[in-house]
């Protein structure tokens, strides 16, 4: 199924990552293994090979059938995979929330690409899972995170101690997170 998200202004689509997009998904994981390390989890080697892209997209296209996990790819509209993002961990009843994570190529990182990718999978979440709280963890060092959530509405909500192995380590997280009423359109700004 094609699925896409568009901010035509800032140059860039989401769309539902399919199977042929293994390829050009480990393209991106391995350019960026380097100068992700100190963000993400110790992988395997063979996290870094076309087979296992493939299995990680396959179980993300069952999760979305599922309604509980949706993995998009971000592109630029010229059709260039620059990233990923990811609503996550979907709790349905009472809760109706989920956690969001993302990474964009290094070399992409500051041009407000990865704040658009968020602002679309906002809406996404909202209108169309009809999700009532959105979360995210981050490491504190991670300013350029920091500010990503924060520019979309993120407010910060506490430290998670030696919450997720990052990097062989068990660290510490800071939490945010953002519900449905405080996200404003594309175009609106908060008071």
Do not use: C
């Not at 035509?8 to 992700?36: F, K, P, V, W």
């Not at 009532?132 to 060092?141: G, T």
């Amino acid at each position: 199924m094609s699925y896409k998200l568009y901010n035509t202004a800032q140059g860039i689509y989401l769309s539902l990552l399919e199977l042929t997009d293994a390829e050009e998904l480990l393209n991106l994981r391995l350019r960026n293994r380097t100068a992700h390390q100190q963000f993400e989890p110790l992988r395997s080697e063979d996290y870094f090979t076309l087979e296992s892209q493939r299995q990680l997209i396959n179980q993300r296209i069952l999760d979305s059938q599922q309604d509980s996990a949706y993995m998009f790819g971000i592109y630029l509209l010229s059709g260039e995979l620059i990233g990923q993002i990811t609503i996550s961990n979907v709790v349905r009843g009472v809760g109706q929330f989920a956690d969001i994570g993302y990474f964009i190529d290094h070399e992409m990182q500051g041009k407000g690409y990865t704040s658009a990718a968020v602002h679309l999978i906002l809406g996404y979440a909202f209108r169309s899972l009809g999700l009532h709280r959105v979360q995210a963890a981050i490491l504190p060092h991670n300013n350029g995170s920091r500010r990503v959530l924060e520019k979309n509405g993120f407010q910060a909500e506490g430290l998670a101690r030696r919450f997720i192995r990052i990097n062989g380590e068990w660290q510490d997280h800071r939490t945010y997170a953002i519900l449905a009423e405080d996200f404003l359109p594309e175009g609106q700004e908060s008071l």
